[in-house]
């Protein structure tokens, strides 16, 4: 018997999650879950208007229930759900009252482990109370980070006799490894919700829980510290500012050829205007795949050129960034090579050797330390804390993936941003 498929509809607006339960149904989805988000945002009418709209489907209702547990089990159940879920670190009291009321009012009980110090211990207790099956989840702000999303669920599985779920990083890649660790109940989310066609995105997610075999994605999967690159390589400066909460970035800067882009980790040089030693001494420091980045004060006279973008190509960087002035820009078009400079013109100074290599600079009031991810592209320059390079990443990832929906809305049915968006209703009063 294939898993069953549960999606998860995590949007803010009812109208978008019933757009998506649609063609998710329509593409084979066995169960449908009205998500924390959207009980949050649209209350317990979201589970009737599922309810309503698929009277023959499983609909489950995430409540995430940390106490009451008689009384949110009640209203999930009276709101047309089949299954409400009570959170794994909830007293046992609490359980008790759900699983009760679940006998009371005919709603199933699933227990989230979520944040849950030692799931395989609280799975089995879990069972002894009786709830119905658990949920193995990693949580999408610890998916950020990284975390690896099925770290004891072949654990679990052996230590229960209930059905276990798994939510949290399942894709089209991950799925067959979930169902081999053991997972009865597959929890989807935005592999699905941020599809362009969720439909498609259905059908393809069956196939593989039916066949076991995977699907390459190269979107809906988080990567480690050590996998950075290949997200920066794809995500916009403004995917990487919006994910992080409106980041700040570089913008008096421009780089000489357009339509380029830049990724790298940051080889930085403090340097006197127009003193061209060091930057160019800097190429030498440097490893393929990094980008120079200079402070010269943001004025002229020029410290980068044609020779010394010949050097950086040689040396197989990705790019350079001059808070100062370049010259010599027709033959770094030719190139090609990503340079992002303050000013253009035609003098240069002297290579005096004031200045240092590998300091922590600051341009337009960002830190750019050693090591720090540097993306470029048309819209400016995003500086990446070496240090949190892995969920910057993944929210920028993620940020593209939810615009890749949006915009499959807007075009599929004709409206504009702020109608699809329910825009009017999300203003600030």
């Not at 998860?8 to 009205?34: I, N, S, T, Y």
Request: with cysteine; charged share 25%.
């Amino acid at each position: 018997m294939a898993p069953i498929l549960q999606i998860a509809l995590d949007f803010l607006d009812l109208a978008r999650a019933m757009k998506l339960a649609h063609e998710a149904v329509a593409g084979g989805a066995d169960w449908l879950e009205v998500g924390t988000p959207l009980i949050k945002s649209e209350g317990l009418a979201a589970v009737r208007k599922l309810r309503a709209e698929f009277p023959q489907i499983t609909i489950v209702a995430d409540m995430k229930t940390m106490d009451a547990g008689r009384a949110e089990m009640e209203m999930a159940a009276k709101a047309g759900a089949n299954i409400g879920i009570v959170l794994a670190v909830s007293s046992d009291a609490t359980i008790r009252e759900c699983v009760e009321a679940g006998k009371n009012y005919g709603i199933r009980v699933a227990a989230d482990l979520v944040r849950v110090p030692d799931p395989v211990e609280r799975a089995k207790q879990l069972e002894e109370i009786g709830v119905d099956f658990v949920v193995y989840h990693t949580g999408i702000d610890e998916q950020m980070t990284g975390k690896p999303p099925f770290e004891s669920l072949s654990e679990i599985a052996a230590a229960v006799s209930i059905p276990v779920a798994v939510a949290g990083g399942v894709n089209t890649e991950t799925a067959a490894e979930a169902v081999a660790c053991g997972a009865q109940i597959v929890i989807v989310g935005g592999a699905i919700t941020k599809a362009q066609d969720a439909t498609v995105a259905t059908r393809q997610m069956k196939e593989v829980l039916t066949t076991g075999t995977k699907v390459a994605t190269c979107l809906y999967k988080r990567v480690s510290a050590e996998e950075v690159r290949s997200v920066f390589e794809r995500v916009s400066t403004p995917n990487i500012s919006d994910g992080s909460h409106r980041m700040p970035t570089i913008s008096g800067l421009r780089p000489v050829v357009a339509g380029v882009r830049m990724v790298g980790q940051a080889v930085t040089v403090r340097s006197l205007p127009g003193d061209w030693s060091k930057p160019v001494q800097a190429i030498d420091q440097a490893k393929p795949g990094d980008v120079i980045v200079i402070s010269a004060g943001g004025v002229g006279p020029a410290l980068w050129g044609e020779l010394a973008t010949n050097s950086a190509v040689q040396k197989k960087l990705a790019g350079a960034v001059i808070d100062g002035a370049v010259r010599d820009t027709p033959e770094i078009k030719k190139l090609g090579f990503p340079v992002f400079a303050r000013l253009i013109m035609p003098t240069a100074s002297e290579p005096k050797g004031f200045g240092e290599i590998g300091v922590p600079i600051l341009i337009e009031g960002i830190r750019i330390e050693p090591g720090d991810w540097i993306v470029g592209d048309d819209d400016g320059i995003a500086v990446i804390p070496w240090k949190h390079a892995a969920e910057i990443a993944n929210h920028a990832m993620d940020c593209m993936e939810k615009e890749n929906r949006i915009m499959a809305e807007i075009r599929s049915g004709k409206k504009t941003m702020a109608q699809v968006q329910e825009l009017l209703k999300w203003e600030k009063k």
